[in-house]
């Protein structure tokens, strides 16, 4: 007999989310994470993520949202705090804009509010940004800022409130089918038996799911937050999130919503790196070079000093989609590894997905895009 209904590898964004979910529906659940609570190791750190529904990346993504935002709401009202702030957001690009081309077909395909602006219409709705002439800018206003740190803590709080074993600094080493179970054998050498088990292990995933590992590109992304020069006007009520498909470098970020300044990144592929172990906190002023002078241009009012820096990074599929679904090798084994730099803000519903699947086996919600084998 499993001691466990199901296992939740990993405690993330997808992990905690999961065993949250899990707990909920009362099942018996277990989640483990190699490192402590709060580390700075994986994906999920650094203050904000964005959510928005106008999906550039494909309109398929789209519904899967509408459920993301309804589950993020949720767990607002169950945990009585704060995770979603809606600001809007600017995603602006020269003519030929991939970025601007693939908001506005989602926002066709799906009936998504939006509004389209030009340059001069974008700098008199949101002085901060000064955009070049010719540029070309969508406004869909649903989207907002997660705070990720809170929400991880959120989840694995009400799930342990609702009876789930969470077990910190417990590496996995291996996941194994023994028909009718699975077991999991912990670095120490001891072992958890669990019914299924969800394998959320970020960009260690191909350690435990060796099928996946070719397929899989991590990259060093840098996080940089800048003193205000003109702290009136980056504020959340006066700019809202930004995308700026930038030749330079695609930049996006966040006002400045709590006090720390305005977090700016680039979104194209940062230095590659070997494995997950290889990351480490070593931003530096090189990191912050090519995104100031994106802001210097497009974002003067926020473009001071670097005051803060960071590094995370992304776990990227050949075709930037997620991977989600059970293991070819055994339905009690599912694999979730929705990053690819976007994961975030569908984590909500990605543990729902994963309760289902870890407990019945299939799921209502639409994940054709994600299958764990469509890369051979
Ligand atoms: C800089 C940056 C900016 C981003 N911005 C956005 C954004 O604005 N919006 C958005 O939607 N998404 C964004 N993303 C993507 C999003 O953050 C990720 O998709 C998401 O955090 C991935 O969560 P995860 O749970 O899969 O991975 P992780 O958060 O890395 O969690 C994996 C966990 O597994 C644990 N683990 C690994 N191996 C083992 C093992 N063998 N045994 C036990 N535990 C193990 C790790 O310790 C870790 O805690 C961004 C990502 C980065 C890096």
New binding site residues.
Partial sequence: MATYDVAV???????GAAIYDLAARGQRVIG????PAD?T????H?ES???RLAYFEHPDYVPLLRLAYRNWRALEADTGQAVLLTTGIVEAGPPGSSIVAGSLASSMEHGIAHTVLDAAQVAARFPALTLPQDWTAVFQPDAGILAPERILALHVAAAKAQGAEVLEG???TAVRDRGGSVQLTLADGSTVTAGAVVI?????IG??APQLAPHLRLTR?A?VWFQPRRPALVTPDRLPIFMLDDPRTVTYGFPDWCGTGVKA?SHDAGRRLNSADAAAQDADAADAEQITEVLEDLLPAAAGPARQMAT???TRTPDEHFILGPSPDSARIIL????S?????FASIIGEILADLSTTGTTDKPIGLFSPTRFG
Avoid: N, T
């Fill in positions: 590898v990993g405690l993330g964004a997808m992990g483990l994470d190699r490192f580390h190791r994986g994906s999920s650094g993520r964005i959510i417990a590496a996995v959320a292990a970020g960009g260690w350690e435990l992304q996080l990144a995370c990074f992304y979730a590894s929705p990053c730099g976007h994961g975030f803000k």
